[in-house]
């Protein structure tokens, strides 16, 4: 798996113009993003391979798509995250099963911190877990987004279609609403 190349801004601008002329070209940013895809995607399914054949058709649809693409200065994984969304509502809504997400103990205590919640026990991890299960999907996406697949507002705001600002404003009320929640 690829994913240890990583590219600048203007790097990547100059391969993804590239790659809209000459498709071969595409391969670069493929070996830069499979692996950070693939994760996101694992973490999410719980299947490797689903994994692998979800990320086949997400690079796929990014290799077709790429002609009509626009840098506009954010990294193109953001671009790859939203089509990964996309792909994985769209399993789930044709198995028509819920979505669940593997949430690593290290991603579960950031939460915990930033929520202000400084004994890390398993306890406290478990309520935090549960609680964030009953959350509304949109507050858990913000979360998940923000805090286990670690992205900046400005990428938040390219996946999710809003703007930098807002994402942060929702991510924090979201976190509100855990704290509330595991309050209750």
């Known amino acids: 798996m690829g994913g240890d190349r990583k590219y600048s801004i203007e790097e990547e601008e100059r391969i993804i113009k590239r790659a809209q002329k000459d498709h071969r070209v595409f391969g670069l940013l493929y070996d830069a993003y499979f692996k950070q895809i693939y994760l996101f995607v694992l973490k999410r399914v719980a299947d490797e391979n689903l994994s692998g054949e979800l990320c086949s058709t997400i690079f796929l649809k ?28 769209m399993h789930y809504r044709a198995i028509k099963k819920t979505q669940t997400i593997e949430i690593q103990v290290n ?38 987004l923000r805090f286990f697949d670690k992205c900046s507002f400005k990428e938040m705001a390219v996946i999710l279609g809003i703007s930098a600002g807002n994402a942060k404003i929702r991510t924090y009320r979201a976190l509100d609403k855990l704290k509330k929640e595991m309050g209750a």
Request: aromatic share 8%.
């Open 62 to 89: 990014a290799l077709t798509k790429l002609p009509g693409y626009k840098c506009m200065g954010y990294p193109f994984s953001s671009w790859l995250y939203r089509i990964a969304i996309n792909e994985i509502n």
């Open 107 to 144: 991603d579960a205590s950031v939460v915990m911190q930033e929520i202000e919640i400084h004994e890390l026990g398993d306890t406290e991890i478990e309520k935090m877990l549960e609680a964030l299960s009953k959350l509304k999907e949109p507050d858990q996406r913000l979360i998940e």
